[in-house]
């Protein structure tokens, strides 16, 4: 059983930055699949980027690429969301997400991860 919990999330401006972080417990971190979505009021969740188990591979939402970098670090059972160039849209809940283990690529759908975090707000002002 892995839990998550997500820190990192806020207010700021368009245009700004935020790094969103997620930690886990237990031992099969490092052989899962981790990604993040979110949510925006009154829209369905969506996926916004994944990383695999090893940290060698990476997907990400076209609506992101460019301006957000998923990370990991193995060691301290943390896996990271930067963001830059923050726009309005980019406003909802933010969930960390697990799937696996030893997945072959970092997965897009929701269906494909087992554990996830209760959320971090990230709100940005026009």
């Known amino acids: 059983q892995v839990q998550l919990v997500e820190s990192g999330g806020g207010l700021v401006q368009a245009g700004g930055s935020l790094r969103l972080s997620c930690a886990a417990s237990?031992?099969?971190?490092?052989?899962?699949?981790m990604g993040w979505f979110r949510q925006a009021p009154g829209k369905e969740r969506e996926f916004v980027t994944a990383?695999?188990?090893?940290?060698?591979?990476?997907v990400s939402a076209d609506s992101v690429k460019g301006r957000f970098t998923i990370s990991r670090y193995n060691a301290k059972n943390t896996v990271y969301l930067q963001m830059n160039s923050l726009k309005p849209e980019d406003t909802g809940v933010y969930y960390c997400?697990?799937?696996?283990?030893?997945?072959?690529?970092?997965?897009?759908?929701?269906?494909?991860?087992?554990?996830w975090g209760q959320g971090t707000q990230v709100t940005v002002s026009s």
């Open positions: 997400a697990g799937g696996g283990p030893f997945l072959p690529t970092p997965r897009t759908r929701e269906q494909d991860y087992d554990y």
């Open positions: 237990g031992r099969t971190f490092r052989s899962i699949t």
């Open positions: 990383i695999s188990w090893g940290g060698g591979s990476t």
